[in-house]
């Protein structure tokens, strides 16, 4: 049964809120700055989406065969 059905997350979306979330505990224990913080989740979010960035093979052969 899922709560929100019109959010539609996967499972990477599921690795980069717990990626945040383990963020967020490191800057409460060792005391990070809003900054460090920050600077975190954005480099977690930029590793993301150039995750998703890969070429799709399929394409690129074709391309080369024609």
Known sequence: MMMFPYL???????VMLISVF???ILTLVFKWSVWEFLASVVAVIIAFL???MKPNEKKVLSFLKK
């Open 8 to 14: 539609k997350l996967g499972p990477r979306d599921g």
């Open 22 to 24: 383990i963020m967020l």
């Open 50 to 52: 150039a995750g998703n």
